[in-house]
């Protein structure tokens, strides 16, 4: 079977690798899990990917979704893959000025 990496989102912004370990050991070997953080911070950024050996256990896995973990309920999904280097433009409105300026 090929491996899976599930997208972890809502995680606190003092989440640790570890409490990821924690809290997904239990459906199976963990292979990699990445933390995302901010560069200059080095805080969270709030999501993580974490990969499983087996892609029965990346399934087990998203029984975690909408599940508590240090207070923030887990959003648990199947990671997407991106092409490298491509970023997904942000989706927002243009904003709109008022042109009744005061004379």
Same mark, same amino acid.
């Given at each position: 079977?090929?491996? =899976? &990496?599930?997208?972890?989102? @809502?995680?606190?912004?003092t989440a640790v690798e570890e409490d990821l370990e924690q809290? +997904?050991?239990?459906?199976? %070997?963990?292979?990699d899990i990445k933390l995302m953080r901010d560069r200059e ?5 709030? +999501?993580? +990917?974490?990969? +499983?050996?087996?892609? &029965? $256990? ?9 599940? $508590? %973990?240090?207070? =923030?309920?887990? #959003?648990? @999904?199947?990671? #997407?893959? #991106?092409?490298?280097?491509? =970023? &997904?433009?942000?989706? #927002?409105?243009?904003?709109?000025? @008022?042109n009744n300026f005061n004379r």
């Amino acid at each position: 079977m090929q491996k =899976r &990496t599930l997208y972890i989102g @809502n995680l606190a912004y003092t989440a640790v690798e570890e409490d990821l370990e924690q809290a +997904f050991e239990s459906f199976g %070997v963990i292979e990699d899990i990445k933390l995302m953080r901010d560069r200059e911070t080095g805080r969270s950024r709030g +999501f993580a +990917f974490i990969t +499983f050996e087996q892609e &029965t $256990e990346a399934e087990a896995a998203r029984a975690m979704d909408g599940k $508590e %973990v240090a207070g =923030r309920s887990l #959003r648990v @999904n199947e990671a #997407r893959h #991106r092409e490298s280097g491509q =970023r &997904t433009p942000a989706k #927002r409105k243009p904003k709109a000025f @008022n042109n009744n300026f005061n004379r």
